[in-house]
């Protein structure tokens, strides 16, 4: 069964880029990933994701600051998000094959 882990740092400071890192175990990438968003106290927001033929599609409202990848050889795909306020704050999960990532927490702060 695919299983997938977020990883990154827990703490970026303001005008940092965030960049966040999904491995998948028991199964290779096979279909689009993604990754979610939620702020505190909001719904989920979907960030971007990229097919396995490499056609990346982002949120308008972040495509700006936004840059999806994927490493096939090494069953991990990212997410990079630039210039980050305390609004990114909030939980990040990644996404494959409607499978889910337990989320990670990241903070913007000073």
């Known amino acids: 069964q695919v299983q997938l882990q977020e990883s990154g740092p827990g703490l970026v400071k303001p005008s940092q880029t965030l960049s966040l890192t999904c491995t998948i175990s028991?199964?290779?990438?096979?279909?689009?990933c993604g990754w979610i968003r939620q702020a505190p106290g909001k719904g989920l927001e979907w960030i971007a994701a990229i097919s396995v033929t490499g056609s990346t599609y982002y949120s308008p409202s972040l495509k700006s600051r936004t840059s999806i990848s994927m490493d096939t050889s090494k069953n991990h795909f990212s997410l990079q998000l630039t210039t980050v306020t305390p609004e990114d704050t909030g939980v990040y999960y990644c996404t494959t094959e409607r499978v889910w990532g337990q989320g990670i927490q990241v903070t913007v702060s000073s």
């Open positions: 028991g199964g290779s990438i096979r279909a689009s």
